[in-house]
């Protein structure tokens, strides 16, 4: 009385292993699946912190620049105003005799300049320091021909082209 060699409880139990088997993960699936994730994970916190980095990079670039911009435009005006400069110890000292006033800029490290302004009545002393780069070359030259002052900032780190600010006086009326 053996049909075809199938017992109802072997057939059942075929059928139920077949049918658990399409309901999960094997362990090697989920092994896949979770280095897969953890790759992508791992490139997107990679390109986050990259990103983080560029950010702070650009954020100081961008207050060197500042700087340097309000540096070369006090500059500007000192040397435009004065009637005397000189440099001495790597200072610029800028006189007018008409306000009595005295400004000097003096190169403090490879990152900072320091602006003093003196005046006879002492009521309009100040002091600024700009911030121009966190390891730079600074030098500042008289150009005697054309009564002119030059300072030129040179990054030591990057190939940045060199930053030149020259300053004329105002030619007598």
């Not at 077949?18 to 090697?28: A, I, M, P, S, V």
């Not at 280095?35 to 997107?44: D, K, M, N, R």
């Not at 700009?130 to 030059?150: C, H, M, P």
């Amino acid at each position: 009385m053996n049909h075809n060699n199938v017992k109802p409880a072997d057939a059942r139990m075929r059928y139920q292993s077949e049918n658990t088997r399409t309901k999960g993960f094997t362990l090697l699936e989920m092994l896949v699946t979770l280095i897969i994730l953890a790759s992508v994970l791992a490139g997107v916190i990679n390109l986050l912190s990259v990103t983080r980095q560029s950010n702070e990079y650009s954020k100081q670039n961008l207050l060197r620049r500042q700087a340097i911009r309000r540096f070369a435009d006090d500059v500007r005006r000192d040397v435009a105003d004065a009637q005397r400069s000189i440099i001495e110890n790597e200072s610029l000292v800028l006189t007018n005799e008409v306000s009595g006033s005295k400004v000097s800029y003096k190169i403090e490290s490879n990152s900072t300049i320091t602006r003093r302004v003196e005046s006879i009545d002492d009521a309009n002393r100040s002091t600024d320091t700009y911030a121009v780069g966190s390891d730079a070359e600074i030098k500042v030259s008289l150009i005697q021909e054309y009564n002119a002052v030059q300072w030129t900032i040179a990054e030591s780190v990057g190939a940045n082209q060199p930053i030149d600010i020259v300053a004329a006086k105002r030619p007598l009326q």
